[in-house]
């Protein structure tokens, strides 16, 4: 079976801090791994994921995660934050082919 | 391209009536899958069409149906609603449904059951 743990429901970092998300995942065969975000009253977007080869993988607007097996983790950073980043965000992963599995989500906060 | 559209936005329903969620795939996009997303939750998978034909259900009861077109856009019908359905609906398309490939998501349709 397929789960995702999201570390810490809300999340508040001043503008220009980093930004870190935690992201844990279970999965009986190598996932594939996303972050997706989602703006008020919107649709999620991909930030960015990881299928195969590097395990380190940009995505927009700066983010950027690391694939690390040995701790089964997919954080998201992103070196500085910005206003526009205040949104919820949802780890996700996906083995199968049928069916996404996401997290709780995170809740961004910066503060001005 | 256009994204993924969803009708309507929002709507109300009082409990034990039953409710259609519409959804225009992305061009291009074979694929079509449904997500619950409850206030605060993250989304739990209903199911998912490949080519007019189930291939994928999460854990929802039968009177969660659906239906792909040819055209590939798709309907999720909920009967006998109850309270607990309440929750923002979200279509999202790919263009097969290999694990790699990422889901593009509309806007979501907000149930509210009273």
């Known amino acids: 079976a397929q789960s995702v743990t999201q570390l810490g429901s809300h999340v508040s970092v001043s503008e220009g801090a980093l930004v870190l998300l935690r992201c844990n995942y279970s999965?009986?065969?190598?996932?594939?791994l996303f972050w997706y975000v989602q703006y008020p009253n919107q649709g999620l977007q991909l930030l960015l994921k990881?299928?195969?080869?590097?395990?380190l993988v940009k995505g927009i607007n700066g983010f950027e995660a690391e694939f690390k097996k040995s701790e089964t983790s997919f954080h998201l950073t992103k070196p500085s934050a910005h206003m526009s980043d205040a949104a919820e965000y949802f780890c996700a992963v996906s083995n199968t082919g049928n069916q996404f599995y996401f997290g709780t989500g995170t809740s961004l906060t910066v503060i001005p | 391209e256009t994204g993924v559209t969803q009708s309507p936005t929002h709507l109300i329903k009082t409990r034990g009536q039953q409710v259609t969620l519409r959804c225009s795939s992305q061009s291009g996009h074979n694929t079509v899958s449904w997500y619950q997303q409850a206030l605060g939750q993250g989304p739990q998978f209903i199911f998912q069409y490949y080519r007019e034909e189930e291939n994928g259900r999460g854990n929802f009861p039968p009177r969660f149906s659906g239906l792909q077109f040819p055209n590939y856009s798709s309907e999720l019908n909920v009967n006998a609603l109850e309270l607990d359905d309440s929750a923002l609906y979200l279509c999202a398309s790919r263009t097969e449904w290999t694990a790699a490939n990422v889901l593009t998501f509309g806007a979501g349709s907000r149930l509210t059951v009273l």
């Open positions: 990881y299928t195969t080869g590097a395990t």
């Open positions: 999965s009986s065969v190598p996932p594939y």
